[in-house]
């Protein structure tokens, strides 16, 4: 397997910023499990309880996921690994081994896959542990956070690999960034907009809530409804992913093999 | 040099290790103009030219970094394009800047290619680096200029490599530390089936160490050869002005006018001195050649 090299040198090339986010990520998840037990066992268990409600809702979803995020972020290292192998000589080097290009994708990929499996992995005995402060059971299919983490990491990984193809087609650090940034802005108008229009609607329909009131309840009925989602929606999600997972793959390799150097 | 082709695919069989034939490249300011050069197999060919001549494009499209407009590169008797991996698995290439990043160390590197090559010899590279006095766990940014060059040539060296490709790979390097490198051409070229193309810059390391010469300059080739041949075909001429207006100008390439007199470079030594007895004549080294060939274009650019 003439990758392995390449893997290796991929994980070395990381390894600081892994470790930083997962240390920072665990330091995440022992204060939520810390705050967990307070709540329903500590100081924070004798507020009143609508407080506490509130409180052990946001708190829960807040320690789940950010953690999740957190231990994701070392996927998006991509851009400047590739960056630098273009810049520096270790591109054209690349080109003198006898790899393919489509090795040289895999390699960086097979890290991020790893990446994302661990993460995968921790947020899931987070959330078990979480669960089990509360004498709660956690259950793949009952449980909607589970899915979550999955959407969060399949996210984040697909936002990597279209990442990657952006370095090597822009080749500069300033040219990446600028383009991923008005995509991000794009984006971030995109959602923000359907959230103003969905949430006024909601609370147009819902007069007896204040503003305040109304959001909350209106995010988690959003939430709700994007965790129980019609099977033939999740198949069609899963697919696009996946496809914008392959395109990437395809997009990326066949602009390596152009060699524009 | 450019001997007969024979080409057997299974058995290696090939008399140039490098074969260029016409090929073309085109750039915004710049352009590759149908070059042509073998290198052939046991030889070390040196690839001069001044800075921005071509040199590391040829040697890209050599390499397959870059795509060429046209022409043909055929490496061991194969096609560059169509047989790359097979190819590459036969090459070493040391660029003139360190590939690989800082942090890792020789003992990283070691890791890193003993699965990208199949013929990678843990043992030959180890020799090597201990033969460098190279730390095998130092970082590559702790190292000297001359132990990173070192270090390349070492992970280029140890995959069995039968031909080896140097791109300005001795330039900003001290005289002592160029000489080792040198030495080590020498015993890499000892086996007859090695063959080395090794553009530079600085012609006195050709001078000692190459058996062919290829000068390019602005994308075309001025001269190639056998070294000897060049060197001992071309001569520097000394003389007065008054003398040198007599000259038939069909000997000169280019010459160089003083308050003190005329230098001027002769591409047929032997014709010249017949017809002109008497002359101050000296040898020219490859660096005078690749000035006056280079002076000679300008001023034809010059003239338009």
């Known amino acids: ?261 | 040099m450019n001997s007969k082709m024979e080409i057997d695919m299974d058995n290696y069989k090939y008399e140039n290790a490098i074969e260029i034939k016409e090929i073309s490249k085109k750039y915004k300011d710049f352009s590759l103009n149908n070059i042509s050069f073998n290198v052939p197999k046991g030889s070390i060919v040196g690839f001069i030219g001044q800075n921005g001549a071509g040199k590391t494009t040829t040697i890209k499209s050599v390499l397959n970094i870059i795509k060429t407009d046209s022409g043909r590169i055929n490496i061991f008797g194969m096609d560059n394009v169509k047989d790359e991996k097979k190819i590459k698995e036969d090459i070493a290439v040391v660029f003139d800047e360190m590939p690989f990043q800082e942090e890792f160390t020789p003992n990283n590197l070691n890791k890193i290619m003993k699965s990208i090559y199949d013929s990678w010899d843990e043992v030959v590279y180890k020799g090597y680096v201990e033969r460098f006095g190279i730390p095998y766990n130092k970082k590559i940014g702790e190292l000297s200029k001359g132990m990173k060059m070192k270090l390349q040539i070492a992970t280029a060296l140890s995959h069995n490599a039968r031909l080896l490709i140097m791109d300005e790979a001795t330039g900003g390097l001290d005289p002592v530390v160029r000489s080792e490198i040198l030495d080590i051409f020498f015993d890499f070229i000892q086996d007859e089936s090695n063959s080395i193309l090794m553009s530079s810059h600085i012609t006195s390391d050709l001078e000692k160490i190459a058996d062919y010469i290829v000068f390019i300059d602005r994308g075309n080739i001025l001269l190639s050869g056998y070294k000897d041949d060049i060197l001992s075909e071309h001569a520097i001429i000394k003389c007065a002005k008054d003398e040198f207006v007599n000259i038939d100008k069909e000997y000169i390439v280019s010459s160089r006018q003083s308050e003190f007199g005329v230098e001027a470079l002769t591409d047929d030594i032997s014709k010249f001195e017949d017809k002109y007895k008497g002359m101050v004549i000296d040898r020219a080294t490859l660096e005078d050649i690749m000035v006056y060939y280079v002076k000679r274009n300008t001023d034809n650019i010059k003239k338009g």
Request: charged share 20%.
């Open chain 1, 1 to 261: 397997m003439k990758m392995k090299g390449l893997v290796y040198r991929e994980f070395f090339l990381s390894r600081k910023i892994i470790i930083l986010e997962y240390m920072f990520a665990f330091i995440v998840i022992v204060m939520g499990i810390l705050t967990r037990i307070s709540m329903l066992y500590g100081n924070m268990a004798m507020l009143d309880r609508e407080t506490l409600d509130s409180a052990d809702n946001f708190t829960y979803y807040f320690f789940l996921y950010i953690p999740v995020i957190i231990m994701s972020c070392p996927l998006f290292s991509v851009i400047r690994s590739t960056v630098t192998d273009f810049n520096g000589k270790w591109m054209e080097m690349q080109y003198t081994f006898p790899v393919e290009e489509s090795g040289w994708v895999i390699a960086k990929w097979i890290k991020n896959a790893i990446i994302s499996v661990v993460a995968f992995v921790i947020g899931i005995v987070n959330a078990g542990i979480i669960k089990s402060i509360a004498e709660q059971r956690l259950s793949f299919i009952k449980d909607s956070e589970l899915k979550a983490i999955v959407i969060i990491i399949s996210l984040m990984f697909v936002l990597s690999c279209i990442f990657m193809f952006i370095s090597c087609r822009y080749k500069s650090y300033n040219g990446v960034i600028a383009r991923i940034a008005a995509i991000a802005i794009l984006g971030y108008i995109g959602v923000m907009l359907y959230i103003y229009r969905e949430l006024d609607k909601f609370i147009v329909k819902h007069s007896e809530f204040d503003v305040e009131q109304g959001m909350g309840i209106f995010l988690m009925h959003e939430y709700n409804k994007l965790m129980n989602i019609n099977i033939y929606v999740k198949l069609i999600i899963a697919f696009i992913i996946c496809a914008t997972a392959v395109l990437m793959y395809v997009l990326t390799v066949r602009q390596l093999k152009r060699r524009e150097m």
